[in-house]
């Protein structure tokens, strides 16, 4: 019904930048909250940062002061800078959306390696 498509991840050394992108197409409705998560090997899928659709963000503490999350309501994508990058990120990051009437999608993921 929704398709998220993710783009942006790579390979950076630590102290670098990079930034994520998801798009969201099809039944879309109303994204209430769009956000990130990311998963490392062996390890479970945490949240990252999310926003809600009127601009309330939240973030991990590990990412604070870090990361960025925007979204564009009328284009239906989210944006996720991430600057001065740590080997601690290196995981698969995903893009979320929970959407008006209980609805959750889920992206493919997009690989993040921080890595000298």
């Known amino acids: 019904q929704v398709q998220l498509v993710e783009s942006g991840g790579g390979l950076v050394q630590p102290g670098g930048s990079l930034g994520l992108s998801c798009a969201a197409s099809g039944s879309i409705f109303s994204i209430n909250v769009m956000g990130w998560y990311r998963q490392a090997p062996g390890k479970q899928r945490d949240l990252v940062a999310q926003i809600t659709i009127n601009g309330n963000t939240n973030y991990a503490a590990s990412v604070k002061g870090r990361f960025t999350i925007s979204r564009d309501n009328a284009k239906n994508t989210v944006h996720l800078q991430m600057n001065s990058l740590k080997p601690e990120d290196t995981a698969v990051y995903y893009c979320?959306?929970?959407?008006?009437?209980?609805?959750?999608?889920w992206g493919q993921g997009t690989q993040v390696t921080v890595s000298s």
């Open positions: 979320n959306t929970r959407h008006s009437g209980g609805r959750v999608y």
